[in-house]
């Protein structure tokens, strides 16, 4: 029973994915419930059945109360047949209702309607660029992806079990006081004027606070996580109660909005047994002064007051459903800022995908300085040759980073182009222009998982024994299986730690190795990609790193020079530019900065103050 409800909606079921996601919130919401329709609509429906079931059981307990007026003999013989039914009801019919009711709601829509928001959510933040990662702070994303699908579960719950509900049975307990005696809804109908003005008080005040509230959670957590992913730096640092007053800070931040939000709460509250006062003593008391007029019956009386203490308990609950209501939906509004991001690097409209015949890389008129005046590229023209290895070299900001995120389309150039076989990486696909490029980056951060996992990173349908001769040749395999982790996982299955912290710096470098050699692309960048290594492992590295090289186009930035003293070319960028371009010995003949970073270098690095 429910596993059918539970596979009414699949939560991965297939979607047209866009890069301009609806900006405002209802079709934002309307987006992802499109997978719903029919079961919320049947959820809708059963709400208010069940909201008419609870309404006539109060008037039939009115009944009740008139008909025992007779002798228990006669009013057994006269109806009951009819009280017979009215149990059997009661004890079939009405819970089967309501365990359809509680099916739809709790088995079909919840577990699956947060599912697939936070599931679309993931796969959209993922498609954006690096550089809308780098503009904010992981934790705070994480938190968004991780709490809107919360609220916006928490929003449909109050429409199905609070809200149409609430509403069918307002409009119920009219239409029943109305049947009684029309008089009794002059009370009731003032209350609900009255309940409404509280209601829309409330409602104006508490999403905003919500939203505020939300908003500065989510800056806890992106502070909180930002201190625990570089915790290495503060304890190094000794910068414990610097990271906890800045923590401090928006902890505190969180407290005070949260004290706007639930002084809110506590003047609802106080103003609603107020009101809820005036329907007990105005209904009740009018249904009395009808009875002792003699225009109502006792059963009457009975109906009118079982139905205003039932709406006294409810008032509460609807009261505080609907600011739950509103609240979530300032959660949901909050997340937006994140998820409904337009995604701005996309795959061109004719997008198509990369074809490599040689290798060859053409840079032409390039300038990228990230939306500021200065630094980056300024007006780069370069051409790589099939098979050619290329060395760049650089003071700090001299652009060589700029240079290889342009190439992978981590960014789009602000002018210039970047060919690769004569295609412009802007107009093919980016997946396709990634697989095409192997990297080993100067910070050798590993996934959160296992040493193999890592490694199989690089090609994902690579065997065992590929990954195993990947591993040797980059001087990893006798180190890897050593390795344990705290949970007994020996080897490839050890977990690395997040980042890799379990690792030396040594080590990781060379897990990183070892998953560009399995990937085999044939464009290689090197990015500092001995840097973390001692002298011992990188003399051996470096012949693996000759060999990776062999028939590959290949880019490598260095600050050691003699990493990349063998290079068929060096180039030297400073400002922006390319101010010399030749092999070692010839740029050292030149006498120009090359042969001044040779000259200055201290253990085959580039002199630090030189980057002043």
């Known amino acids: 029973m429910f596993r059918f409800f539970e596979r009414l909606v699949d939560p991965y079921c297939p979607y047209t994915e866009t890069n301009t996601p609806p900006q405002t919130l209802w079709p934002f919401m309307l987006q992802y419930a499109q997978p719903f329709k029919k079961v919320f609509v049947w959820a809708g429906i059963m709400s208010v059945i069940v909201a008419a079931i609870e309404i006539s059981l109060i008037f039939y307990m009115g009944r009740v109360v008139d008909v025992l007026e007779g002798a228990p003999e006669t009013v057994w013989e006269t109806y009951g047949t009819e ?181 809110i709460f506590t003047l609802m509250d106080v103003s609603l047994v107020l009101l809820n006062g005036v329907l007990i003593v105005g209904v009740v008391g009018w249904a009395i002064l009808l009875w002792m007029q003699g225009t109502a019956s006792v059963g009457v009386v009975a109906a009118a007051t079982a139905l205003t203490l039932r709406l006294n308990a409810m008032t509460g609950w609807i009261m505080w459903a609907l600011t739950t209501f509103f609240r979530e939906l300032g959660v949901v509004s909050e997340g937006m800022e994140t998820i409904a991001q337009p995604v701005t690097l996309t795959d061109d409209e004719h997008a198509t995908p990369l074809k490599l015949t040689d290798g060859t890389i053409e840079v032409k008129g390039l300038s990228h300085h990230y939306g500021r005046e200065s630094g980056g590229l300024d007006g780069i023209d370069l051409t790589i040759r099939r098979g050619e290895k290329i060395g760049l070299v650089g003071r700090s900001g001299a652009g060589k980073s700029t240079l290889v995120k342009l190439l992978l389309r981590f960014y789009d150039p602000e002018r210039g182009q970047i060919l690769i076989d004569g295609q412009d990486v802007t107009k093919v696909q980016q997946d396709t222009l990634r697989l095409a490029i192997g990297m080993v980056q100067q910070d050798s951060s590993l996934l959160h998982r296992s040493v193999r996992d890592n490694i199989l990173y690089g090609r994902v349908d690579a065997t065992e024994e590929d990954m195993y001769s990947a591993a040797r040749q980059a001087q990893a395999h006798e180190f890897i299986l050593d390795l344990e982790d705290p949970q007994g996982r020996r080897g490839y299955d050890a977990q690395v730690g997040e980042r890799g912290v379990k690792l030396s710096g040594g080590q990781r470098q060379r897990v990183t190795l070892a998953r560009v050699i399995l990937k085999n692309a044939p464009i290689l960048l090197l990015d500092e990609a001995t840097s973390a290594l001692d002298s011992e492992v990188e003399a051996a590295i470096q012949d693996t790193l000759y060999g990776m090289m062999k028939g590959k186009t290949v880019i490598a930035i260095a600050h050691r020079l003699s990493t990349i003293a063998q290079m068929d070319r060096i180039l030297v960028l400073d400002q922006g530019r390319i101010v010399e371009d030749g092999s070692h010995d010839a740029l050292l003949a030149q006498g120009g900065l090359y042969a001044d970073f040779w000259a200055r270098q201290s253990g085959g690095f580039l002199a630090i103050e030189e980057a002043s």
């Not at 309607?113 to 660029?129: K, Y």
């Open 83 to 263: 009280l017979i039914l009215m149990a059997i009801f009661i004890l079939t019919a009405r819970p089967l209702l309501q365990a359809l009711d509680v099916l739809l709601l709790n088995n079909a829509i919840l577990p699956n309607f947060g599912t697939m928001i936070r599931w679309r959510a993931h796969r959209q933040v993922l498609r954006q660029s690096v550089g809308w990662f780098e503009n904010d702070f992981a934790g705070r994303i994480a938190n968004r992806i991780m709490q809107t699908p919360s609220a916006a579960g928490e929003v449909v719950f109050q429409v199905f079990d609070a809200i149409s509900f609430s509403l069918a049975y307002l409009l119920g307990a009219a239409i029943l006081l109305s049947s009684s005696d029309p008089r009794l809804l002059i009370p009731l109908l003032g209350w609900f004027l009255l309940y409404g003005l509280l209601l829309r008080w409330t409602i104006k005040r508490v999403g905003p606070a919500s939203q505020a509230a939300s908003n500065a959670r989510s800056v806890v957590t992106g502070r909180v996580v930002d201190a625990y992913t570089n915790i290495h730096s503060v304890k190094m640092f000794a910068h414990h109660e610097q990271e906890l007053d800045y923590a401090k800070e928006a902890i505190e931040e969180t407290r005070k909005t949260f004290q706007v939000e639930m002084r």
